[in-house]
């Protein structure tokens, strides 16, 4: 599975900067054209993070569009192809965003986390 190894190498990007803490939410840019599917990500992310400190995190995904310049007419347009056609008929065109993933910021716990019998005051 594609989304597998992505998954994995994005967790463990994340393990390797911020160590031994518990991550609370993990935000991804995952453009329109990069050919991941989300929901599969989701699914992977479970599986490569049981264990980890981004165990039962959760995960936001931004899905930026796609956009695209034709290098013939030099007009920029949003597509949501992953080989677009400019509307000139050139098929030089160029993908300028939607087609990336990045990891945007993650979420940690910054106190250690209370046991579960834990009792919290309110107010
Ligand atoms: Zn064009």
């Known amino acids: 599975m ?9 967790v463990d990007q994340i393990v ?8 609370r939410r993990v935000r991804l840019e995952v453009g ?3 050919g991941i599917v989300p929901d599969a ?23 930026p569009a796609g956009s695209a310049r034709c290098r013939a007419c030099g007009d920029e347009f949003g597509t ?3 080989l677009p056609l400019c509307g000139c008929g050139s098929a030089d065109v160029e993908v300028t965003g939607g087609s ?9 716990d910054q106190a250690c986390a ?10």
């Open 2 to 10: 594609h989304e597998l190894s992505i998954t994995q190498q994005v």
């Open 16 to 23: 390797e900067k911020l160590g031994d803490v518990r991550v």
């Open 32 to 34: 329109q054209l990069s």
């Open 41 to 63: 990500m989701a699914f992977c992310f479970e599986l490569v993070t049981a264990g980890t400190g981004l165990e039962g995190a959760e995960l936001d995904f931004d899905r």
């Open 80 to 82: 949501a192809e992953v």
């Open 100 to 108: 990336g993933l990045r990891i945007r910021g993650v979420e940690v």
């Open 114 to 123: 209370p046991p579960a019998d834990a009792r919290t005051t309110q107010g």
